[in-house]
């Protein structure tokens, strides 16, 4: 097999990718529409198989081209990323940053440090994989992502957890919920409410009933949910209470939604960042970690 191909080629592959759209692709990286099919032919040609699936309604990873796709983020990360290291340069520098996260890390982790990275490096991209607690586990471990930020209850051999934040469990309840007032609470407070609880396949709902299995304390779950989002819209509608983690809760301010501590025990999540044990991150993705666990690495809970 002759492989020869340039590095815009895959620039071109990605891009169609992740738009969707040869034609939002092209415009992307100012390539006329023809010129772009021409670059993914060409890489076609030289891997000696097809990358792409086309129909009229959409473009979609051929089986070749999902298996190759995390090996050539991983390569333009490499060759484009290298000149981060040098002095004065790295705000002209291109390249991306591939995480996978769970989603209220992606909401409430991320966008203090992105704003902080892309200042310094505006040019850097982000491509944000917000999925379950096991969905990002594995897109770490198979290459998709360079590194996640995911739960300590939830594990994977080839991948090392470095803790950056503990968020607590609390009970999100209307303002009008006969518990609402109270500064803080007690499990066995909750045995007589409605609940609104995660499926148990969750990484959340492993971690609470693993610190509930020996406290006698049985909750009511009235309703069960896949989303902690659902779970506050239900609540917001008073069909009842949730235990959530303090990231995933309202504001203090909310009109309609308090959190109240849960204490006797505290039972909390710890939330930090995911990587392959046999892994080395590109220099932009190495920064943006750095960046982000200086950002967060030392504050004693979950901040609002």
């Known amino acids: ?31 006329s529409q023809p010129a772009l099919s ?25 089986t070749v081209g999902s298996s190759l796709e995390p090996m050539m983020r991983r390569l333009i990360n490499e060759l484009e990323d290298q000149l981060l290291g040098l002095t ?37 991209r982000f491509r944000i994989l917000d999925m379950s607690a096991n969905a990002a586990l594995d897109a770490v471990a198979r290459g998709e992502a360079e590194f996640g930020i995911n739960l300590s209850g939830v594990s994977h051999g080839e991948l090392s957890f470095s803790p950056l934040v503990e968020d607590p469990f609390v009970l999100a309840c209307r303002r009008d919920h006969p518990l609402a007032r109270r500064k803080k609470i007690v499990w066995k407070d909750l045995e007589s409410h409605r609940l609104i ?7 959340n709902r492993i971690i609470l009933d693993a610190a509930l299995a020996h406290t006698g304390v049985q909750l009511n779950f009235a309703f069960v949910v896949n989303h902690l989002n659902t779970s506050l819209g239900l609540v917001e509608r008073g069909l009842g209470a949730s235990v959530l983690p ?16 849960i204490v006797d025990p505290v039972i909390h999540r710890s939330i930090g960042l995911v990587e392959r044990r046999a892994g080395r991150l590109s220099p932009a993705a190495q920064r943006f970690r750095d960046m982000l666990k200086s950002t967060w690495s030392g504050r004693g809970g979950a901040a609002k």
């Open 1 to 31: 097999m002759n492989i020869n191909f340039e590095i815009l080629d895959l620039r071109a592959f990605l891009a169609v990718l992740e738009l969707g759209s040869f034609h939002k692709a092209a415009q992307s990286l100012n390539l």
């Open 38 to 62: 021409r670059r993914i032919q060409a890489l076609e040609a030289s891997i000696g198989a097809p990358l792409l699936e086309r129909t009229t309604r959409r473009v979609a990873p051929s």
């Open 88 to 124: 004065g340069v790295g705000g002209k520098q291109h390249g991306e940053v591939t995480l996978a996260c769970v989603p209220t890390a992606a909401f409430y982790f991320l966008p203090e440090a992105i704003e902080r990275f892309t200042a310094q490096y505006p040019n850097i």
């Open 197 to 203: 609880g995660v499926s148990r396949t969750s990484g």
């Open 246 to 261: 303090r990231l995933a809760t309202p504001p203090d301010d909310h009109p309609l939604i308090a959190a109240v501590p």
